[in-house]
């Protein structure tokens, strides 16, 4: 081991967890009705024999980490057996280190080879972003071990002190660039003071409802909202995100304006859009706000920035996109899965950069230094984070200083999914006044207090390494 901080991990234990919606979820082409859960467990030991466990958790949200005309069942199975490998491949295949020295090897090494591996002989082959997603899990639950063991916050972590190597041994600048990383840590780049209280983001479906006109009957007759207005008024709501289709655009368009007017009625004072990668060109989202800039400049002025028109396979699809950001910041989503994307995203004319833990937590902190050195925005999104998955997810917005908080959506599509952990931090899973509140999540790691939730979990479907005694 290079450090007396270093640890290797020696045990992993994997769960999945099914969810099922309250309403579906359209965004694009897919819709969300159920999903399924990677929780697991991962132990890591230091030289000195000392050992401590770790949580991570992400949904493996197969519409959005792989659209596709194959069918459901067979991209979920594909995932779910790529996720067990990787159990295995966690605990047999890592050198000793860091957290994140540990995770960006793995991303360059192990997992790399495992997914091309895991592709040979199908048709189609299963997405880097989808191996990304099932690597997650275990990534983040690496990073609350390390924090447990050294009983600190795992952000605490992120310096010189606990690291081998500085942001140069895995960033390099775009050329040009007067900056660099050397001598260079991820602290440098992190809030300096986090927030506890975070503005949230709702998330309009493509299909959600927005006024009884748009009501088909068979919704839900539940304790929680159903149509926009109310989510505002029950929620303190401030920032809305519009779903839409990018293949209808009098559609489109009408629902911009339709969520707009809702929400300057609440009292909402910013929206944006996403596209979810399903526009072919920048036409489409130029003349899109040109009309609203020109029909409806309170909107207009009320949209933040958007999200990811375009498709995100940036390397087959180099569309030039910077009349779209002469308008509004251009954000990606699915286009940034490493900082190398990010730097052709960026001489594409992207602006910023939305950040989710699901991409591995690696890879969230990397990609947001890389992208605050090169002065681009940052933003915390979604993939409909229940349970564990959302704790993470909150740390990440508070810690790395976005434009305007996070999005949250599970406590709208399965809110009951995370009762237990909502006995805990009550605050981190219902949105009040417009904000989350991180208040509750203290102590080492990422402070889930896993032992005071009381959540039955299955068996495990896969334990390697040295868990038996756990």
């Keep these: 081991m290079n450090s007396a901080m270093d640890v290797r991990v020696c045990g992993t234990r994997l769960y999945f967890l099914p969810v099922q919606t309250r309403m579906p979820y359209r965004f694009g082409s897919e819709t969300l009705s159920h999903v399924t859960c990677a929780r697991c467990q991962v132990k890591v030991v230091d030289a000195q024999g000392r050992s401590a466990i770790g949580w991570g958790e992400t949904p493996l949200s197969v ?189 489109d368009y009408r629902r911009i304006v339709r969520c707009g007017e809702i929400g300057v009625k609440g009292g909402v004072e910013w929206l944006t859009t996403d596209f979810n990668c399903t526009v072919e060109e920048p036409g489409y989202v130029n003349s899109m706000l040109d009309q609203l800039r020109d029909e409806h400049p309170r909107l207009y002025g009320m949209l933040l920035y958007v999200e990811q028109p375009f498709a995100y396979e940036l390397e087959e699809h180099r569309i030039d996109v910077h009349s779209v950001a002469a308008r509004k910041p251009l954000f990606m989503d699915e286009s940034a899965h490493d900082w190398r994307l990010i730097r052709l995203g960026r001489n594409l004319g992207w602006t910023g950069v939305a950040l989710k833990t699901c991409k591995t937590q690696t890879g969230a902190i990397l990609s947001a230094c890389w992208a605050k050195e090169h002065g681009m925005g940052l933003m915390v999104q979604d993939l409909t984070n229940p349970m564990l998955a959302q704790i993470p997810h909150l740390h990440l917005a508070a810690n790395v200083g976005t434009i305007m908080g996070l999005e949250s959506n599970a406590m709208q599509f399965y809110p009951d999914a995370s009762s237990y952990e909502a006995a805990i931090h009550p605050d981190a899973y219902r949105r009040r006044n417009g904000c989350l509140d991180l208040a509750t999540l203290g102590g080492a790691g990422f402070g889930y207090r896993v032992d005071e939730i009381a959540r039955p979990l299955p068996g495990p479907v896969l334990i390697a390494g040295d868990m038996a005694e756990e």
């Design 63 to 251: 519409g959005w980490v792989w659209p596709s005309r194959l069918s459901h069942q067979e991209r979920i199975e594909r995932l779910l057996s790529f996720t067990r490998l990787l159990a295995s491949a966690w605990c047999g295949e890592t050198g000793p280190g860091h957290p994140i020295e540990i995770g960006s090897d793995f991303q360059e090494g192990p997992l790399r080879r495992h997914w091309e591996q895991a592709n040979a002989g199908h048709t189609e082959r299963m997405p880097w972003l989808a191996a990304l997603v099932c690597c997650s899990a275990f990534d983040i639950a690496v990073h609350d071990a390390y924090g447990s063991l050294h009983e600190l916050p795992v952000y605490a972590t992120y310096n010189g002190r606990f690291m081998n190597r500085d942001l140069s041994a895995f960033l390099e600048p775009a050329k040009g660039h007067e900056g660099g990383f050397a001598g260079r840590y991820p602290c440098d780049y992190l809030a300096a003071n986090p927030p506890r209280r975070i503005r949230v983001w709702h998330s309009v479906g493509v299909g959600d409802p927005l006024t009884e006109d748009d009501l088909a009957g068979d919704e839900p007759h539940d304790c929680y909202p159903v149509l926009l207005a109310d989510w505002i008024a029950r929620d303190g709501l401030k920032c809305l995100k519009i779903k839409l289709r990018g293949t209808d655009y009098e559609t």
